[in-house]
Nanobody, 129 residues
Framework: VQLQASGGGLVQAGGSLRLSCAASGRTFSNSAMGWFRQAPGKEREFVAAISWSGGSTYYADSVKGRFTISRDNTKNTVNLQMNSLKPEDTAVYYC???????????????????????WGQGTLVTVSS
């Protein structure tokens, strides 16, 4: 099972990027999925998550209103549209997936890395000022 994150790059502050996470080896179309990031010298932090049905989304306060998570179950992918990027968004972004299917959790659970059993290799996002 692999999660392949892509779409990172260098962008100026105020710009946009769209990250994608493609799964292979099994389907995650019925599993919760999320994005986390880790900036240099900092701990990994939650960015966004989407429930297995796609009906609920969750965001860190720092990205709310700027980032949008979505899923395309026909392609077994989850996307992160990032707008109005700031230098403090610079980090390696990781996608993650829950191994359980059709499972709903309390809101707080989506924010924790412990929920996710599969992790991608990360894609670097650099926002210049």
């Amino acid at each position: 099972v692999q999660l392949q994150a892509s779409g990172g790059g260098l962008v100026q502050a105020g710009g946009s990027l769209r990250l994608s996470c493609a799964a292979s080896g099994r389907t995650f179309s019925n599993s919760a999925m999320g994005w986390f990031r880790q900036a240099p010298g900092k701990e990994r932090e939650f960015v966004a998550a989407i429930s297995w049905s796609g009906g609920s989304t969750y965001y860190a306060d720092s990205v709310k209103g700027r980032f949008t998570i979505s899923r395309d179950n026909t392609k077994n992918t989850v996307n992160l549209q990032m707008n109005s990027l700031k230098p403090e968004d610079t980090a390696v972004y990781y996608c993650a997936a829950d191994s359980r299917s059709r499972t709903t959790y309390s809101s707080n659970t989506y924010y924790t890395g412990a929920l996710y059993d599969y992790w991608g290799q990360g894609t670097l996002v650099t926002v210049s000022s």
